[in-house]
């Protein structure tokens, strides 16, 4: 069965990086778009950015824009979220999804879902 897997959180301090991956299992999302979405506790699940299938469209949500980029590797099948300049506020599960099509900020839309990965930014 087709999964979607995050890598790549942890602990950092404010300010600091992290890259998280999101790797497809027995599969591949040709012609999907791939968003990264983020829960943090007590708080409901909101959107951070998308990338189209070719990676030549990304859309960001405000509050990461200019912080945060998403890239991704198809031949790896496998998509990356860059995240900089991190605050306390960032800190949530980290999760990946998978859309047929053009990208949304609309969680509903996706399909696919990865397990998450805990970052925890520390101030």
């Known amino acids: 069965q087709a999964q979607l897997v995050e890598s790549g959180g942890g602990l950092v301090q404010a300010g600091g990086s992290l890259r998280l991956s999101c790797a497809a299992v027995g599969r591949t999302f040709n012609g999907y778009a791939m968003g990264w979405f983020r829960q943090a506790p007590g708080k409901e699940r909101e959107f951070v950015g998308y990338i189209n299938w070719s990676g030549g469209v990304t859309y960001y949500a405000d509050s990461v824009k200019g912080r945060f980029t998403i890239s991704r590797d198809n031949a790896k099948n496998t998509v990356y979220l860059q995240m900089n300049s991190l605050k306390p506020e960032d800190t949530a599960v980290y999760y990946c999804?998978?859309?047929?099509?053009?990208?949304?900020?609309?969680?509903?839309?996706?399909?696919?879902w990865g397990q998450g990965t805990q970052v925890t930014v520390s101030s």
């Open positions: 999804a998978a859309r047929l099509g053009f990208g949304s900020s609309n969680q509903n839309e996706y399909k696919n």
